[in-house]
């Protein structure tokens, strides 16, 4: 994989190689899926309570945002279709929803895998675990584009 670098006209170049368009690709898929089953690991990451000391703050908290959350995350699994689709150039807004849709899935991904568990151990489980070696993946595709986000300030 090539990281993804700032082009000379203030835009994020993305160059990926088919194999992880594909892979990327997989990415709305697998946040779909988040909560699809009863007592999905990867449910309490991504839905961490506003206010774990307050049920009732934490409620209203979600009855605020949920409109909005969900429209965000809408837009941000959109991207990642787009790149995957082949879009090779994005602005600093779309480099940050494809960063934001990497996260909840590379967060998703570790936490069925257990990774969270295991501490930096899984790490050497990703030679042999698809799952783990996708969660390196996102990994490092999040902070190639980190780099590229930030150098366009």
Do not use: K
């Not at 006209?9 to 779909?32: C, F, K, M, W, Y």
């Not at 699809?36 to 945002?65: K, Q």
């Not at 991904?109 to 990774?115: F, W």
């Not at 675990?129 to 150098?151: F, H, N, T």
Request: hydrophobic share 40%; glycine share 8%; no cysteine.
């Amino acid at each position: 994989m090539s990281s993804p670098s700032v082009a000379r006209n203030g835009s994020i170049e993305v160059r990926l190689g088919p194999e992880d368009r594909h892979l990327l690709g997989q990415v709305p898929d697998l946040l779909a899926s988040v909560g699809a089953e009863p007592d999905d690991p990867a449910y309490p990451v991504l839905h961490r309570d506003a206010h774990p000391d307050d049920a009732e703050a934490t409620a209203r908290f979600d009855e605020l945002v949920a409109g909005e959350r969900s429209a965000g995350r809408r837009i941000d699994r959109g991207v990642v279709e787009t790149v995957a689709d082949g879009a090779e150039t994005l602005s600093r807004m779309e480099g940050l929803s494809l960063l934001r849709s990497l996260n909840e899935a590379r967060l998703a991904l570790a936490a069925r895998r257990g990774a969270f568990e295991e501490g930096s151990s899984w790490e050497r489980q990703a030679a042999t675990d698809p799952a783990l070696a996708a969660v390196a993946w996102m990994s490092s595709l999040q902070v190639s584009l980190i780099r590229a986000i930030d150098r366009l300030g």
